[in-house]
């Protein structure tokens, strides 16, 4: 009964170059959610995908940065030509269901990937 | 100050004292919900409180929550050097949300 796995763990990248991140939810979950982290910070909100749908990526920069969550296989985060700004650590977490007014919306999280830009 | 502010920002005490910690929000809510990180890991969920509850236990956790202020406290009892982690709030605003929104979080010290 894995939870939500991520991996990389750990990334390290040089400025330019492309970051991927891949994220598998947990056994029956189809509601996959990206959050970032920056350093003595809380968890930021950047995308929230279902099955081959992107639901709301309002969190996530215009630009570089792109999300999916296929049919088959993990969901995944890229981040084009990386910059130093983009060094934290970006969680993924799942769900089986969105909160309603009687159930909350309950997500578990995956360890992370630590992505540092040299 | 941001949706979901813990406070203290950090917290320092004795193994077996109880560890009380704070949250503040702006909005209101559906649900708020409580999780732990330790150092360098991911995210451990502790507890869920609806809007329409006051009060939650689980083990030796007890959550509260007051609407009318906007704020919830985490009440960690006989506390153990385990507990020594970052405490988050997290709150989504209404039925049919998913975003959640965390606060920075109170760092708890438990020394041996």
């Known amino acids: 009964n894995a939870g939500v796995m991520q991996n990389p763990r750990h990334l390290v990248r040089r400025r330019g170059q492309e970051a991927r991140l891949r994220c598998s939810p947990m056994?029956?979950?189809?509601?996959v959610y990206w959050y970032r982290q920056l350093p003595e910070e809380g968890l930021k909100f950047m995308v929230y995908?279902?099955?081959?749908?992107?639901?709301?990526e309002s969190g996530m920069p215009k630009e570089r940065f792109s999300a999916e969550f296929p049919k088959e296989g993990p969901s995944i985060l890229r981040i084009q030509q990386v910059v130093r700004g983009d060094s934290a650590a970006y969680f993924c977490?799942?769900?089986?269901?969105?909160?309603?007014?009687?159930?909350?919306?309950?997500?578990?999280f995956g360890p992370g990937t630590r992505l540092t830009v040299l | 100050s941001q949706q979901g502010e813990e406070d203290p920002q950090a917290l320092s005490i004795q193994e077996g004292e109880n560890a009380t910690m704070n949250c503040s929000y702006k909005?209101?809510?559906?649900?708020l919900q409580w999780y732990r990180q330790n150092s360098g890991r991911g995210l451990v969920h502790l507890i869920l409180?609806?809007?329409?509850?006051r009060e939650k236990h689980s083990g030796r956790l007890r959550v509260t929550l007051d609407t009318s202020k906007k704020s919830s406290s985490l009440l960690i009892t006989a506390s153990r050097a385990a507990d020594t982690a970052s405490y988050f709030c997290?709150?989504?605003?209404?039925?049919?949300?998913?975003?959640?929104?965390f606060g920075k979080g109170t760092k708890l010290s438990v020394i041996p």
């Open positions: 977490a799942s769900s089986d269901r969105v909160s309603t007014e009687w159930s909350g919306n309950e997500q578990f």
């Open positions: 056994k029956g979950h189809s509601h």
């Open positions: 995908l279902q099955k081959e749908n992107i639901i709301d």
């Open positions: 909005t209101s809510i559906n649900n």
């Open positions: 409180i609806r809007s329409n509850e």
């Open positions: 997290a709150t989504d605003e209404r039925a049919g949300s998913y975003q959640l929104t």
